[in-house]
T-cell receptor, first 112, second 116 residues
Framework: DGGITQSPKYLFRKEGQNVTLSCEQN?????MYWYRQDPGQGLRLIYY???????QKGDIAEGYSVSREKKESFPLTVTSAQKNPTAFYLC???????????FGSGTRLTVV | AQSVTQLGSHVSVSEGALVLLRCNYS??????LFWYVQYPNQGLQLLLK??????LVKGINGFEAEFKKSETSFHLTKPSAHMSDAAEYFC??????????????FGGGTRVLVKP
C-alpha cells in the first residue's frame, strides 16, 4: 500500500547534537512538507519542497535544514541551533493538482 | 497572510449529542478549507475539504461542514457523537496559487472528549 513513512517514531537527542528525521513516500506525490506540532499551537510549517532539488523556508525554519535529492525522500535535520527542538514532527505530501495532504505518523523528538 | 481560528481548545460532548467545532479564517480571497482529525501520537487524517461548488461538504465518519463566505467560517458538525470521535480536530486553509506552494495553515486545534 502507498503511504508516507516517518522514522523513527521516537527519538532522543542530547543537547548540542544534530539529528535527522526520515520521511519517505511511495505515493508519487510532487510536494512534501515538514510541520512541527506543539501542544495548543497547532501545526507550524518548517520547510516545504515542490520539486526535486528545490525547497523553501516555512514559518519557523531557523535551526532546521532539509534536502530533496529524490522525489520520494525529504529528510529533516534538527541542528544544535534550534533552541527548543522537543516536539512532534509531521511530514506530509501532496500530488500536484490535488488539494489536501497525506500525513505520515510522526516522529516525537525529545532533547535530554 | 492567512490565519485560522478555532474557538475552544477543548470541547466535551455526551455520546449521542451534537458535535459542533467552530472554525473561522482570515484570507484576502476565499481559500480552500479542510478539516483533519488526529488520534494520539498519530498523523492527521483528512475528514473533508471544500474547494469549490456546493458549500455543504460531507466527509468521513458522519461529519460535515458548511462554508459560509459572508461569515468567513467553516464549522464542523456531526449529529450524534460516538466514543470513537474522541480526538483532536484541526481546521486548515490553503491558498489557491500553486506558486505559493499550496501551503496549509492550521488552527490551534480542538480536543474533543466524549462522555458516555
Amino acid at each position: 500500500d502507498g503511504g508516507i513513512t516517518q522514522s523513527p517514531k521516537y527519538l532522543f537527542r542530547k543537547e548540542g547534537q544534530n539529528v535527522t528525521l526520515s520521511c519517505e513516500q511511495n505515493l508519487n506525490h510532487d510536494a512534501m512538507y515538514w510541520y512541527r506540532q506543539d501542544p495548543g499551537q497547532g501545526l507550524r510549517l518548517i520547510y516545504y519542497s515542490q520539486i526535486v532539488n528545490d525547497f523553501q523556508k516555512g514559518d519557523i525554519a531557523e535551526g532546521y535544514s532539509v534536502s530533496r535529492e529524490k522525489k520520494e525522500s525529504f529528510p529533516l535535520t534538527v541542528t544544535s541551533a534550534q533552541k527548543n527542538p522537543t516536539a512532534f514532527y509531521l511530514c506530509a505530501s501532496r500530488k500536484d493538482g490535488l488539494y489536501g495532504y497525506t500525513f505520515g505518523s510522526g516522529t516525537r523528538l525529545t532533547v535530554v | 497572510a492567512q490565519s485560522v481560528t478555532q474557538l475552544g481548545s477543548h470541547v466535551s460532548v455526551s455520546e449521542g449529542a451534537l458535535v459542533l467545532l467552530r472554525c473561522n479564517y482570515s484570507s484576502s480571497v476565499p481559500p480552500y478549507l479542510f478539516w483533519y482529525v488526529q488520534y494520539p501520537n498519530q498523523g492527521l487524517q483528512l475528514l473533508l475539504k471544500y474547494t469549490t461548488g456546493a458549500t455543504l461538504v460531507k466527509g468521513i465518519n458522519g461529519f460535515e461542514a458548511e462554508f459560509k463566505k459572508s461569515e468567513t467560517s467553516f464549522h464542523l458538525t456531526k449529529p450524534s457523537a460516538h466514543m470513537s470521535d474522541a480526538a483532536e480536530y484541526f481546521c486548515a486553509v490553503s491558498g489557491r496559487v500553486k506558486a505559493a506552494g499550496n501551503k496549509l495553515t492550521f488552527g490551534g486545534g480542538t480536543r474533543v472528549l466524549v462522555k458516555p
